[in-house]
């Protein structure tokens, strides 16, 4: 959990073992994001910006509007959640990155999401 700007940002992650070919290097994992606004103004959520890394250090970026195809209002005292994921070709990665937001009075502002673990369950590392 990390709070910037007054949003509390909360990540839970998952490996998806069906969607996971081992012998592919695909590893599938899934990530529960959780926005609550702890301002007291609605902010609305603009974009995204990942960094993801593998554990062979290998970074990909991935910026774009919104999350999940919404760019949604969050309300004071609210929390928005969706799950999205990533497929990564080691069983081990981090994900880190910032949502651009705007408050109702047209500041802008970066919130920041500290990195959090991708890993395949019962793996040695």
Not at 64 to 80: A, D, S, T
Not at 91 to 107: C, I, K, L, W
Request: charge should be negative; proline fraction near 6%; hydrophobic fraction near 35%.
């Amino acid at each position: 959990m990390k709070i910037t700007h007054e949003i509390e940002v909360s990540v839970a992650t998952q490996y998806l073992q069906e969607q996971s070919d081992p012998e592919k290097h695909l590893f599938a994992f899934s990530y529960t994001i959780g926005i609550f606004n702890h301002t007291d103004q609605p902010v609305k959520l603009l974009s995204r910006h990942w960094i993801i890394t593998d554990d062979n250090d290998h970074i990909e970026e991935v910026k774009g509007p919104g999350v999940v195809g919404q760019q949604p209002l969050i309300y004071p005292g609210q929390k928005f959640v969706y799950t999205s994921g990533a497929i990564l070709p080691t069983q081990f990665g981090t994900m880190q990155g910032s949502y651009e937001m705007v408050s109702s009075n047209g500041e802008k502002f970066a919130t920041h999401i500290p990195a959090f673990l991708l890993c395949r369950p019962r793996s040695v590392h």
